[in-house]
């Protein structure tokens, strides 16, 4: 498992942060605020009416009425009535009320706030994502799809609880204990002394406790993330998981993950329980302190019945709003903890993009020269100072062992990376300083790797840019892929919406699909990457025939194994441990005997 990561920001600086996706709903959170300023003042006035209530059956006249006696005489006076048969109906009234008004107050705050934190939370969750599709190539290399998708799903949900549960139960329970102590400080305010003895010791625990919630919440991220890996992978090659037997491996992977995730989670839940415990001590100590000093005779002697009940009971109320504050610190810090991943992925800097040349079609000159190129993160060279001049409406082969550096050429011709050294071009413009998605718009790759989206064949054909591409110009490109016969044949045709990556279609169907989109695109460079691997030796030949139609009048570049599908190919370029070892036409490279007939021969052989 991944080490605890450090922490680079405090928890004001975090929640500030995530307050700045509130702003927009300023006005609602206002709404929220007097909801819950309703719901704290309630509370109050509640622990105001055992003053009525106790004064009324004490039958004491000199002492100051509360807040709820005096509304209640300005609103029906009592007339010829006592004070206890004037209470007797006034009370119960006044409860009632009171639980009406503070019920109002409660939903007004619960249900703004709830909107505005889901708001703030869909807000987040789609600037992650849109985060995710401009984000660098490295940034992909450095994560695996499952950590990626648990940071969109999970960690997004632990901000829920921030963004949610913490904020509400931050201001309802906040203002209550503003309200209440602002209302024992009117009644006495020595009284309230004590309290606020007991105050930096309920704040040194929550700190205290704060900071092992961080690190727990960090680390279950993380074990969550390797959860969704392995369940990702087992799940998505099952096959593979009980032909090879390993399931047994990908059941230790899990076992390890989910037990790390339970151990860090029950030591959250250790914390979590301890603290709550503690902090409801030091509030019963305060309160037994309280009431002993409250007994006193030199105290009682300013003080009704009413009065001291009253303060007793806004000084009880306060043990459940603090508590609930000190209980909210777990789902306060799994949600910064969340947060402060969050922010760290959407403070990187996106793709690089600051080209300004805009052209309609490229011509399709491609000339790389004198390029070479390390991934990110490592010092080998998978490309060693390699120089290819392509022509327009030229087809390049480039054919080597596995390896050796053909697939990673196109990953520079589509910037996923930029040259170490060295420099591209296409119609000699500098690849960076095309715009990007202006740049990949000359492009359309059909890789050995095919993906298809849970839609419809349709959508799938005519992705991205080309959903607009009418019924007609799809069926011709499917039917140029010799992909039509077997659309056809299913459910709805084109309509049919595919399984998961086109699960329920063969390895060739998928290919010729994928075959179809680029097609379709009608780009001015086309690069095949083992396009035809997955097709049987019938379909391979019907499909070059069709791709060789598509090459017409376009730039080409073919990355095959299979050299028998590149003996036509205007110039073939032979690549071996990132470097170009021979270039020439199908039979002056056989004539060479070099590397290229070793491999076509050892394939005829084969």
């Known amino acids: 498992m991944s080490n605890d990561r450090k922490q680079t920001v405090s928890d004001w600086q975090l929640y500030t942060r995530l307050m700045g996706y509130v702003a927009p709903y300023w006005y609602i959170f206002v709404f929220s605020i007097l909801g819950y300023l309703i719901y704290s003042l309630s509370s109050v006035l509640l622990a105001d009416m055992m003053q009525f209530l106790l004064d009324a059956?004490?039958?004491?006249?000199?002492?100051?009425?509360?807040?709820?006696?005096?509304a209640a005489y300005a609103i029906v006076p009592p007339g010829e009535m006592g004070a206890q048969e004037y209470a007797r109906i006034a009370v119960p009234v006044a409860a009632v009320t009171l639980a009406m008004v503070r019920a109002m107050g409660f939903f007004v705050g619960t249900y703004f706030m709830n909107h505005i934190a889901r708001n703030m939370v869909h807000a987040i969750r789609c600037e992650l994502f849109d985060k995710m599709l401009v984000a660098p190539s490295s940034y992909y290399d450095s994560y695996s799809s499952g950590v990626l998708i648990s940071k969109i799903t999970f960690n997004v949900e632990q901000v829920t609880g921030a963004a949610t549960k913490a904020l509400k139960i931050i201001v309802r329970e906040g203002l209550t204990v503003v309200a209440l102590l602002s209302y024992m400080i009117y009644l006495n305010w020595r009284l309230c002394l004590v309290f606020f003895a007991v105050a930096p010791l309920i704040a040194f625990v929550v700190t205290i406790v704060g900071k092992h919630f961080r690190r727990y919440s960090r680390r279950i991220q993380d074990s969550m993330g390797q959860v969704t890996q392995v369940?990702?992978?087992?799940?998505?090659?099952?096959?593979?998981?009980?032909?090879?037997?390993?399931?047994?491996?990908?059941?230790?992977?899990?076992?390890?993950?989910?037990?790390?995730?339970?151990?860090?989670?029950?030591?959250?839940?250790?914390?979590?329980?301890?603290?709550?415990?503690?902090?409801?001590?030091?509030?019963?100590?305060?309160?037994?302190?309280?009431?002993?000093?409250?007994?006193?005779?030199?105290?009682?002697?300013?003080?009704?019945?009413?009065?001291?009940?009253?303060?007793?009971?806004?000084?009880?109320?306060?043990?459940?709003?603090?508590?609930?504050?000190?209980?909210?610190?777990?789902?306060?810090?799994?949600?910064?903890?969340?947060?402060?991943?969050?922010?760290?992925?959407?403070?990187?800097?996106?793709?690089?993009?600051?080209?300004?040349?805009?052209?309609?079609?490229?011509?399709?000159?491609?000339?790389?020269?004198?390029?070479?190129?390390?991934?990110?993160?490592?010092?080998?060279?998978?490309?060693?100072?390699?120089?290819?001049?392509?022509?327009?409406?030229?087809?390049?082969?480039?054919?080597?062992?596995?390896?050796?550096?053909?697939?990673?050429?196109?990953?520079?011709?589509?910037?996923?990376?930029?040259?170490g050294s060295g420099s591209i071009s296409l119609d000699g413009v500098a690849l960076q300083d095309y715009q990007l998605d202006n740049l990949r718009s000359q492009f359309s790759i059909v890789s050995q790797n095919v993906t298809l989206f849970h839609d419809t064949v349709q959508h799938n054909i005519a992705y991205g840019e080309m959903a607009g591409a009418s019924r007609e110009a799809v069926r011709e490109a499917a039917e140029a892929a010799y992909a039509l016969e077997f659309i056809e044949a299913l459910p709805q045709g084109f309509d049919t919406r595919l399984g998961d990556d086109g699960a329920g279609l063969s390895g060739g169907q998928r290919q010729r699909l994928a075959i179809a989109r680029a097609i379709l695109k009608n780009a001015p460079v086309l690069i095949l990457d083992e396009a035809t691997s997955a097709l049987d030796n019938e379909s391979e030949h019907r499909i070059q025939r069709a791709l060789e139609n598509s090459m017409e009048g376009r730039t080409t570049l073919v990355i095959a194994h299979r050299l028998s599908t590149v003996e036509h190919a205007d110039t073939i370029v032979v690549m071996d441990g990132g470097e170009i070892v021979a270039t020439g036409s199908h039979q002056q490279l056989l004539e060479q005997g070099g590397l290229y007939s070793q491999l076509y021969h050892q394939e005829f052989i084969d």
């Open 57 to 70: 059956l004490s039958g004491a006249d000199d002492v100051k009425p509360g807040f709820v006696a005096r």
């Open 231 to 419: 369940s990702s992978e087992s799940i998505g090659a099952y096959k593979e998981v009980r032909i090879f037997g390993g399931r047994a491996h990908q059941q230790s992977l899990f076992h390890q993950a989910s037990e790390y995730n339970r151990s860090q989670s029950l030591k959250l839940a250790f914390a979590e329980a301890v603290s709550t415990p503690v902090i409801q001590g030091l509030l019963a100590t305060a309160l037994a302190v309280l009431i002993y000093f409250a007994m006193a005779p030199d105290i009682m002697a300013g003080f009704s019945a009413g009065l001291l009940v009253a303060f007793l009971t806004a000084a009880a109320q306060l043990g459940k709003p603090v508590r609930q504050l000190s209980s909210i610190q777990s789902v306060l810090q799994r949600g910064l903890a969340a947060a402060e991943d969050i922010f760290a992925q959407l403070d990187l800097e996106d793709e690089p993009d600051r080209g300004t040349v805009y052209t309609e079609r490229a011509r399709g000159a491609i000339s790389i020269a004198n390029v070479s190129f390390a991934y990110p993160g490592s010092d080998h060279n998978v490309l060693k100072n390699i120089s290819i001049d392509i022509s327009p409406g030229q087809t390049v082969a480039l054919v080597g062992r596995s390896g050796s550096g053909k697939t990673t050429l196109v990953n520079l011709l589509a910037r996923f990376y930029t040259p």
